[in-house]
């Protein structure tokens, strides 16, 4: 990751929480690309795979809320679900140059 990204988020500069947010979503890519390499070459059935991880989280919160629930599992699934983003970004290009 190039330094200007990694200083620049959303136009603000980069805290130590914003790094540490950004290594936990690149630690859950590359978990994830070993434990599942292959992707679909789909769209329909890649976006599928971030929604199952957004509806993870959405669970991970729901428990939280109402039944003990961790803020370490919402996070997990946060970071899965935006690792999953960047994998569906980057499928996309590569299968349409
Ligand atoms: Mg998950």
Do not use: C
């Not at 992707?39 to 669970?59: F, K, N, R, Y």
């Not at 729901?62 to 629930?69: F, L, M, P």
């Amino acid at each position: 990751m190039s330094d200007a990204i990694k200083n620049q988020i959303h136009g603000h500069t980069a805290t130590k929480d914003h790094q540490s947010v950004i290594e936990h979503i690149f630690t859950e890519l590359r978990r994830a690309e070993a434990k599942h390499p292959s992707w679909p070459t789909d769209p329909i059935h890649a976006v599928g795979i971030l929604v199952e991880e957004a509806g993870e989280s959405m669970q991970a919160a729901i428990d939280y809320v109402y039944a003990g629930g961790s803020l370490e599992d919402i996070k997990t699934e946060l970071a899965q679900t935006g690792a999953m983003a960047i994998r569906a970004l980057i499928h996309l290009d590569m299968e349409n140059p």
